[in-house]
């Protein structure tokens, strides 16, 4: 079975710049998450989408952040504009239903400078 | 590939020997802890759970065991190996089913 897959790996861009990461779950993983894990730090949640719908988006900081997951497959996270403190690696994770295991991609590391 | 983290709390080991890891959660009314396993530019990968009525569990070569009493966490690796070194992760899952991870451990396997 194929894991989870991101693009693009890396990404540099400067200050109020934007950037968008993309992510495709697992086949038939209805619950998708996007992480951010900053340098040092295990990964904090910004959103849960259960299919198209939002599930929890609590901690993404609303006025630079989107995301979206409009056909309930594949979804992108954008920041516009870009903060320094936004260097992390954001990492994508799905799995079947929010009580089953969450298997994560290999993450997008962006550097902003 | 690059590093999960620079600065994070350090375990060396030598291969062969046992490796234990620690970790402190601070929701008492989580009801399940998982242990993950990240490798430099990967993702975590899960590497054992355990539920909150239980306080041991083992898998292979790893066992976890759970302290309700004073909300710790500890992950035993036996028999460490050189693939073993990586940044552990423990997480809670609470209301919602949403994870909360603590900081890593790096985990040093010397030959």
């Known amino acids: 079975e194929a894991g989870v897959a991101q693009s693009p790996r890396y990404k540099i861009i400067e200050k109020r710049q934007s950037v968008a990461f993309w992510c495709n779950p697992i086949s038939g993983h209805a619950t998708l998450y996007w992480y951010q894990q900053i340098l040092g730090q295990g990964p904090k949640l910004l959103i849960q989408f259960q299919n198209n719908g939002v599930v929890d988006d609590s901690q993404l900081p609303k006025d630079r952040f989107s995301a979206e997951r409009l056909k309930g497959v594949d979804s992108t996270l954008k920041i516009q504009p870009a903060k320094l403190e936004d260097s992390a690696v954001y990492l994508c994770?799905?799995?079947?239903?929010?009580?089953?295991?969450?298997?994560f991609g290999p993450g997008t590391r962006l550097t902003v400078t | 590939g690059e590093s999960v983290g620079l600065h994070l709390p350090t375990l060396s080991v030598q291969e062969g020997d046992n490796s234990i890891i620690n970790c402190a959660y601070s929701n008492s009314a989580s009801d399940y802890f998982i242990w993950y396993k990240q490798e430099s530019g990967k993702g975590p990968q899960f590497i054992i759970d355990i539920r909150s009525n239980m306080d041991k569990r083992q898998g292979q070569r790893v066992t976890v065991l759970l302290n309700k009493t004073v909300k710790h966490l500890s992950l035993q690796i036996a028999a460490t190996q050189p693939g073993d070194s990586a940044v552990y992760f423990c997480a809670e899952k609470g209301a919602g089913n949403k994870l909360t991870f603590g900081g890593g451990t790096r985990v040093l396997v010397k030959p």
């Open positions: 994770a799905s799995s079947r239903a929010p009580k089953d295991e969450q298997y």
